[in-house]
């Protein structure tokens, strides 16, 4: 009644679900640890110099910030008073990076004049079927959405040039 597969089918799947085992057992541990090492040093490497920059150290309380005036496989040296700080990039669990909010302001821009095309859009072909009764109001819509997304988007996005923002670097 039970169809069996052929012996050598079944024992080539039990060797392949052994040798799965296997490589499984013999991963290393730290292989965690390594990326996130990777990930620090990119980070690390992605800094200019003079950019402004944010860290969080778990054993201090706050942040420091500062102009990047040195970076190294280890460290990290800051701008401050009354002397440049230092700090080992072991001890660092947080990066950001000041930058600006030129995207979140194009997105915001977008969605809010894109929205607000949709419904001009809309009521204008209203308006305007006492008139004209082909007008089609979904294309109207449309045009109304389009025109007022891509307008958002340019203006947003050129307001939040302006605005500072910190980005999130590592991890």
Known sequence: MWAHPPKGKAMH???IAALLTASLVWMPPSSAAAQQITERQTAF????DSQWVRLHVPHVA???????????????VLSAEPEPLRIP?????????????????????????GALGVALGAAWAEDVR?????????????????????GGALLGGLIGLAIPKW?????
């Open 13 to 15: 799947t039990r060797f």
């Open 167 to 171: 980005h999130r670097r590592y991890p």
């Open 89 to 113: 990039a072991t001890t660092i669990d947080t990066l950001w990076t000041r930058g600006n909010a030129g995207v979140t302001g194009a997105i915001v821009g977008g969605l809010v004049l």
């Open 62 to 76: 706050g942040r420091y910030e500062g102009r990047l005036l040195q970076r190294g496989p280890d460290h990290l």
């Open 130 to 150: 006492n008139t004209e009764p082909d007008v089609d109001k979904g294309a109207a819509m449309q045009i109304g959405g389009g025109v007022g997304l891509a």
């Open 45 to 48: 490497n992605s800094l200019a």
